[in-house]
């Protein structure tokens, strides 16, 4: 008999917005705690990666995800790097898509086709299934200044019920290193997302 397996699945997007680091963290810690994680990349994702974490992965998603497996030592079946158009795979039907979806980082393209429902993409339509089946999908766009169009599309998808938690890292926890200020922001993503941790202190944690 096939032994049932109960771990959680999870839908991740990377795309094409600065914050790799971000990306990388994110997918590192819901591994460690025991997701099973189905990954989306743009292509634009891939020149942020290859720029800033000098990982240059696979247009593939088969090459992707054995190069992203290595990288996470993470086993067969946890990490899943899916194509754009994967119509056949869970996060694409509402009867079969995980029920939380981080895009992390997100750029304001993204943002846009989410906001308008686009589906161009597996995944836009993976967001745009979590929304329509009221899951959890949060966005983590890193743009700088936000433009007017840029607002009214975080406004829209809030009231629509998704999360803005925008790139904006917090300096309260005196941070020593740029690693530091990547935990503090994945801290807060994994805090929604309802996920145990000890990348930061809690605010007025004592140590003593």
């Not at 029920?99 to 980082?105: A, N």
């Amino acid at each position: 008999m096939k032994q049932q397996d109960n771990r959680k699945s999870i839908s991740i997007a990377w795309t094409g917005a600065s914050g790799a680091p971000y990306g990388l963290k994110l997918v590192e810690c819901l591994l460690q705690a025991d997701f099973r994680v189905f990954l989306m990349i743009s292509s634009a994702a891939r020149v942020v990666l290859a720029t800033e974490e000098n990982i240059k992965l696979s247009g593939n998603p088969d090459k992707s995800q054995q190069q992203l497996s290595q990288y996470f030592d993470s086993e067969n079946g946890e990490l899943v790097v899916l194509g754009k158009e994967d119509w056949f795979s869970p996060p694409a039907s509402g009867s079969a898509a995980p029920k939380q979806m981080v895009i992390c980082p997100c750029s304001t393209g993204t943002l846009a086709a989410v906001a308008t429902g686009m589906s161009n993409s597996l995944l836009e339509r993976a967001a745009d299934v979590v929304l329509k089946e009221r899951g959890q999908l949060l966005l983590v766009p890193r743009e700088t200044p936000f433009s007017t169009i840029h607002l009214e599309h975080m406004l829209s998808l809030s009231k629509n019920g998704a999360t803005i938690l925008p790139a904006a890292p917090g300096f309260y926890h005196d941070p020593k290193s740029i690693s530091d200020l990547v935990d503090f922001l994945v801290a807060r993503i994994l805090d929604h997302l309802n996920v145990e941790h000890t990348l930061t202190k809690r605010w007025g944690y004592d140590p003593t």
